[in-house]
């Protein structure tokens, strides 16, 4: 039993470095100086405020949350006509169009990202929302494909079979007797899709147009500017509650391991 | 199939090729915007780069010699996989008995500590590379324990180095490698350890003869994540260590978007892939021969 406390006081100990640098960022956002520092000197909500204040931010919050949206649902449809093929139809090719549907996950982001800027600069998508959206696609495609894939692969055909004899229609059935099944399959596929969408920095860095940022890219400008002002670490901090509370949310409802293994 | 199939083309009757709809939106998306793109960066690896029109569509291995008689991009390479490998190794260690503790926790405490080490994965990483950044400031946290653990007395200077480089990706990833491990170590049959108990064996052996090799596919998995996303990191070393250790995935960028040389940029990315790809195989190998079974499962 020794071993089990040492371990337990491993694992509370590297809790804490995990958070320490989340955490970080609220002591030095309170600060009543124009820089960071820490410990603070003073106590101030002001940076908070400004946060709110900033139209950049207010601006590029939104163009991420259209971003997101659009990435999480299109990525979840078409995962989700995808697996229905994949599990119910035999098709020529089938393992050639899978390796196709998990193939984005083993090429390095920084890979994948130049090849899209070298292909849309020779179709005019440069720096277009819709190239962004595109982008994006490629990455979520692949997990809510995954994650869908297990869903779909559970359900009850017999259900399908009883519905359509009674005489449901397809959207009847889908909302009736498909959906409630896969609910958290559902749920899961377009929260974290949603989520890896909407963090992501490297593909709106590249692909989008200067004056389209996105909040990460915004966020990473002002990160590599020097004297950094405390208004970034007060908005990472209220970032970082928003990711606290989805977690939970999501822990509670979807459950994080189920879902999440082997998610790049 | 037999009865089921009949029942299901008398339930369905014209869904015959009603796969080729549903697969064709996913199929055109990952065709186009996946696969032309990954092929167009490979030829281009291939053509001559121009002042005026960026590239000439002519056969030349000229980037790849380029690459490969300067010792500085050796160096290049060299620095990458060291940063790749150090964070695997590192966040391996770190991980494993994290992975352990969690996947034998219940309740408020799974919660708790799931939230902590899973954070990561639900904010944006310039959040936590921020984080990091603050604390190995030379007022920071880090700098302040250690001083007053009487461990170092003069400024610590940890920003812009290697060191501070391993840490903050091994934070950044540590979730991606937990979520694999925990599940692997989960999936450990609880007849063997107790079988093995009863027959006397103390836990290190129990751990390792029946669990580290029953769960080698899993940190053979989490260690191919860790060291694909760890080396073609382009985002920390440019916050953490700016341009003072160069690294294939800056070289890339500034290519790209600083010289416009993007056959170049276009043949350095070729080279880091065929690295990931050789380390990956390289541990696939490994992990084989360790616990001697052909099965392991990529990401």
Redesign the interface.
């Known amino acids: 039993m020794r071993?089990r406390t040492m371990?337990?006081i491993?694992?509370y100990v590297?809790?804490?470095?995990?958070?320490?640098?989340?955490?970080?960022?609220f002591p030095?956002a309170v600060t009543n100086t124009a820089y960071?520092?820490?410990p603070p000197i003073g106590f101030t909500l002001n940076w908070f405020k400004e946060c709110f204040r900033d139209q950049i931010l207010a601006e590029t919050l939104i163009r991420s949350l259209e971003l997101a949206a659009l990435s999480a649902t299109s990525a979840v449809?078409?995962?989700l006509?995808?697996s229905?093929?994949?599990v119910?139809?035999n098709?020529p090719g089938k393992n050639l169009?899978e390796a196709?549907?998990t193939?984005?996950?083993?090429?390095?982001?920084?890979?994948?990202v130049?090849?899209?800027?070298?292909?849309y600069h020779?179709i005019g998508l440069a720096e277009t929302f819709w190239g962004l959206v595109?982008?994006h696609?490629?990455i979520t495609?692949p997990f809510a494909?995954r994650t869908l894939l297990a869903s779909v692969s559970s359900l009850d055909?017999q259900l399908?079979?009883s519905a359509?004899?009674l005489g449901a229609n397809w959207l009847t059935m889908f909302f009736r007797v498909i959906a409630p099944q896969i609910k958290t399959g559902l749920i899961a596929a377009f929260m974290f899709t949603f989520?890896t969408s909407?963090?992501?920095?490297?593909m709106a860095?590249?692909l989008s147009a200067p004056g389209e940022r996105t909040?990460?890219v915004e966020?990473?400008m002002r990160?590599?500017v020097g004297g950094?002002s405390p208004k970034?670490?007060a908005f990472?901090f209220i970032?970082?509650l928003v990711?606290?509370m989805?977690?939970?949310v999501l822990?509670?409802t979807v459950g994080?391991?189920k879902y999440?293994?082997?998610?790049? | 199939m037999g009865k089921?199939g009949l029942?299901?083309r008398l339930?369905?009757p014209t869904r015959r090729y009603?796969?080729?709809?549903?697969?064709m939106?996913?199929?055109l998306?990952?065709?186009?915007?996946?696969?032309?793109?990954?092929v167009?960066?490979a030829q281009?690896a291939f053509y001559q780069p121009d002042p005026i029109w960026i590239y000439k569509p002519a056969f030349t291995l000229t980037n790849f010699a380029k690459f490969f008689s300067d010792p500085f991009y050796w160096g290049m390479i060299f620095n990458s996989l060291r940063v790749g490998l150090l964070t695997t190794v590192c966040t391996l260690l770190?991980g494993y008995?994290?992975a352990?503790?969690?996947s034998l926790s219940r309740g408020t405490e799974r919660?708790i500590?799931?939230?902590?080490?899973?954070?990561?994965?639900?904010?944006?990483?310039?959040?936590?590379?921020?984080?990091?950044?603050?604390?190995f400031?030379p007022?920071?946290?880090v700098q302040r324990i250690l001083q007053s653990l009487g461990l170092v007395s003069g400024p610590l200077r940890v920003l812009k180095t290697f060191t501070a480089l391993v840490v903050v990706l091994g934070?950044l990833h540590?979730p991606?490698a937990l979520?694999?491990l925990?599940?692997s170590i989960?999936s450990v049959p609880r007849e063997k350890i107790d079988a093995a108990r009863t027959l006397g064996a103390p836990?290190w052996m129990i751990f390792l003869k029946i669990v580290l090799p029953l769960t080698m596919p899993g940190i053979t998995?989490s260690a191919i994540?860790v060291f694909?996303?760890s080396?073609?990191s382009?985002?920390v070393p440019?916050?953490i260590t700016g341009q003072s250790i160069p690294l294939l995935?800056i070289a890339?960028?500034r290519y790209?978007?600083e010289t416009l040389n993007?056959p170049f940029?276009?043949a350095n990315?070729l080279i880091?892939?065929a690295i990931?790809i050789v380390v990956?195989y390289g541990l696939i190998l490994l992990t084989n021969r360790i616990s001697r079974r052909g099965k392991w499962?990529?990401?």
């Open positions: 071993g371990l337990k491993y694992v590297l809790w804490f470095v995990m958070l320490a640098p989340i955490a970080i960022t030095v960071m520092t820490f449809v078409i995962a006509l995808s229905f093929a994949f119910r139809k098709f169009v196709l549907f193939g984005p996950r083993v090429v390095p982001l920084i890979i994948l130049l090849g899209m800027l070298l292909f020779s595109f982008s696609l490629v495609i494909f055909i399908e079979w359509r004899i989520i909407f963090n992501n920095v490297t860095l590249f909040l990460p966020l990473f990160l590599q950094i970034v670490p990472s970032l970082a990711g606290l989805l977690l939970i822990d509670k994080i391991y999440l293994a082997g998610e790049e | 089921s029942v299901s339930v369905y009603s796969w080729i709809i549903m697969i939106p996913g199929l998306v990952l065709v186009i915007f996946f696969l032309v793109p990954m167009r960066l281009l770190v008995p994290i352990y503790y969690l919660t500590l799931t939230a902590g080490f899973m954070l990561p994965l639900f904010v944006t990483m310039l959040v936590g590379t921020l984080g990091w950044y603050i604390l400031l007022f920071g946290l934070y540590l991606y979520l694999i925990v599940s989960q836990t998995s994540l694909a996303l080396s073609s382009y985002l440019v916050l995935p890339i960028w790209t978007n993007w940029a276009a990315a880091l892939f990931t990956m499962e990529v990401v």
